[in-house]
């Protein structure tokens, strides 16, 4: 090869050498032409070689920072990749443990504007195109009139995505406005509304199933808020019936966490629209049950998985509701009776909680029936 064609160093081009050793050869030639030119010039000889050399230590902690710059990229995007497999794989868990979605179905994907919603809707078009089943989606805003709300960000969206919409126009921001007293919340009769808007254009369109953006941390904020200001053990169900018996209701991010949807979301850069009519209201009861769980998983890692698992693992034996279990009529048989007793067993019932101490909780060995008997004795 000529010397006329042989390749420049890496240095001459604009995306520096991959490989370390070659950016140091690089460092040390570009130090010596620079040396070459300042000597050419006139330059004594040892001020340009301190020159020389504060040119070569200030490529070699370029190319150091630059080589440190790839090193996060990458495992940003390892997280990323590991973030979008993780809320695919609860998404489809979930379709699949409650039966969801069917061959046939057409989904309204309800849009709000929100992180959740966005969410929702991506992920069911990616499982769309490689799940066994076929199914088709429609994503449906309802635009309620409130002030400032830019109209042109969703239908945007939907295009440069490509799935078919509606934008429904219903002014309830005057109507919840003119009927809620200011400084009361508008949240119940804004959704009652929505409701039973996009109940009629579900009907309107022919969709099977309406899918809503609710998650994992929305159903135990539903559960808490019942029981502090309800009075109920009532939670957020990932499928019903609505009360017209028209209608299967969806949640298909009921095991997502809000977190991974918020980060799923910034990498993704969906056109968030924030809600201004309800969502943002200080001193909500859900920004309240919200604040607590996220303190608790805080400080008691693990607590919140464990609540919401034990959602799905109801002994109504043991409970009071006297419609779940027949206590009036019980008596007792002389025959064994499967988890009659279960409430007193010895603590391995409640498995071995790290931290039970930290959190203020019996630990396995303070309290058990055996040591009970042993008191009772003495």
């Not at 994503?139 to 919409?165: I, M, R, S, W």
């Not at 109507?175 to 109940?199: A, D, F, Q």
């Not at 990932?238 to 095991?255: C, F, Q, S, W």
Request: charged share 25%; hydrophobic share 40%.
């Amino acid at each position: 090869m000529s010397q006329a064609n042989a390749p420049l160093p890496s240095f001459f081009n604009d995306t520096p050498s991959a490989d370390p050793a070659r950016r140091a050869a690089d460092a040390q030639l570009f130090a010596q032409a620079a040396l070459a030119v300042e000597a050419a010039a006139g330059v004594p000889v040892a001020e340009a070689a301190l020159h020389a050399a504060e040119r070569a230590e200030a490529s070699q902690a370029q190319a150091h920072a630059q080589a440190e710059d790839a090193a996060r990229a990458k495992r940003h995007a390892f997280e990323v990749n590991k973030l979008s497999k993780r809320l695919h794989r609860e998404v489809g868990q979930a379709i699949t443990d409650f039966h969801m979605i069917e061959d046939g179905d057409k989904v309204m994907v309800c849009m709000s504007g929100g992180k959740d919603s966005y969410g929702m809707l991506d992920i069911l078009m990616n499982l769309q195109k490689r799940a066994p089943i076929s199914f088709e989606i429609v994503a449906v805003n309802l635009d309620q009139k409130q002030p400032g709300f830019p109209e042109h960000v969703l239908p945007e969206y939907l295009t440069k995505v490509g799935v078919p919409f509606r934008i429904e126009e219903q002014d309830t921001y005057s109507v919840v406005k003119r009927v809620v007293p200011e400084g009361k919340t508008t949240c119940s009769l804004c959704s009652r509304l929505r409701r039973g808007i996009l109940y009629r254009v579900a009907t309107e369109l022919g969709c099977t199933k309406i899918a809503l953006g609710h998650h994992r941390d929305d159903i135990l904020q539903t559960m808490f808020m019942n029981m502090f200001f309800g009075s109920k053990m009532k939670g957020m169900p990932p499928k019903l019936v609505t009360d017209n018996g028209e209608h299967v209701v969806i949640r298909p991010m009921a095991y997502c966490r809000e977190k991974d949807l918020a980060t799923y979301a910034e990498h993704r850069e969906f056109p968030i629209i924030p809600c201004n009519l309800c969502g943002s209201q200080e001193g909500l009861q859900r920004q309240q049950m919200r604040e607590m769980i996220n303190d608790w998983d805080t400080r008691f890692p693990g607590r919140v998985d464990n609540m919401f698992t034990a959602l799905a693992n109801i002994v109504p034996s043991h409970m009071m509701d006297r419609s779940l279990y027949p206590f009036t009529t019980i008596k007792a048989t002389g025959a064994p009776v499967p988890g009659g007793d279960i409430a007193f067993d010895e603590d391995e019932a409640c498995g071995d909680t790290p931290g039970a101490a930290s959190a203020g909780l019996p630990g396995e060995a303070s309290v058990s029936l055996a040591s009970l008997r042993m008191r009772k004795a003495d």
